[in-house]
């Protein structure tokens, strides 16, 4: 079954920008969706077909998508943005898996 | 404005079966294009994509649970049904049930419920 793994954790500081990856097999011939979650809430959809950001997404949420890894870009990181963060490849013939979650941490 | 709402037992047996029902409004699934999905967290863990079901009742599973699931409509009462049997201590984890828009994603997801599998 395919995979999408990411690193389970990433920091960054307040300002800075913070990057998380999420890796699969030829990933870049596929759409990936970025989902945000935070503690005790429904994830929250915050990148769809690789690069675009649905209405209400602030603009420091961008991401990209070639090869065999996927980027999700946090600029100008706020606070707010500590979550968990999930990738998700939108293809019906890997049936839609998740990533494996990362935990962004804004210190 | 789509809303989605995750009902069923909160405490099941280990080898019951469980039944969740999402009802959804703001969408119709007798349109071309449409479905609901099921998708999984055990606490402090991933999401885990369940199942999924299409207008045209095309039906999708995770690979790895196919043989315990089962997820089915009601198009007359905007509802989506979703069987997990023989449940397990590891099952333990909040369901929530989410609509995949085919270009975006899983644009609108429910409030979630937690299932806990106990003796």
């Known amino acids: 079954s395919y995979e999408l793994t990411q690193p389970p954790s990433v920091s960054v500081s307040p300002g800075q920008t913070a990057g998380i990856t999420c890796s699969g097999d030829?990933?870049?011939?596929?759409?990936v969706c970025w989902y945000q979650q935070k503690p005790g809430q429904s994830p929250v959809l915050v990148i769809y077909q690789d690069n675009k950001r649905p209405s209400g997404i602030p603009e420091r949420f961008s991401g990209s998508n070639s090869g065999n890894t996927a980027t999700l870009t946090i600029s100008g990181t706020q606070a707010m943005d500590e979550a968990d963060y999930y990738c998700q490849a939108w293809d019906s013939s890997t049936a839609n898996v998740f990533g494996t979650g990362t935990k962004v941490t804004v210190l | 404005q789509i809303t989605l709402k995750e009902s069923g037992p909160t405490l099941v047996k280990p080898t019951q079966t469980l039944t969740l029902t999402c009802t959804f409004s703001?969408?119709?699934?007798?349109?071309?294009?449409?479905?609901v999905g099921w998708i999984r967290q055990p606490p402090g863990k991933a999401l885990e994509l369940l199942a999924l079901i299409y207008w045209d009742d095309d039906k999708r599973y995770s690979p790895s649970l196919k043989s315990r699931l089962t997820i089915t409509k009601d198009t007359s009462k905007n509802q989506v049904v979703l069987t997990m049997t023989n449940m397990d201590l590891v099952d333990t984890a909040t369901y929530y049930c989410?609509?995949?828009?085919?270009?975006?994603?899983?644009?609108?997801w429910g409030q979630g419920a937690l299932v806990t599998v106990s003796s």
């Open positions: 989410a609509h995949p828009d085919p270009a975006m994603g899983f644009d609108y």
């Open positions: 030829k990933l870049g011939e596929k759409y």
């Open positions: 703001g969408f119709s699934l007798s349109t071309s294009g449409v479905g």
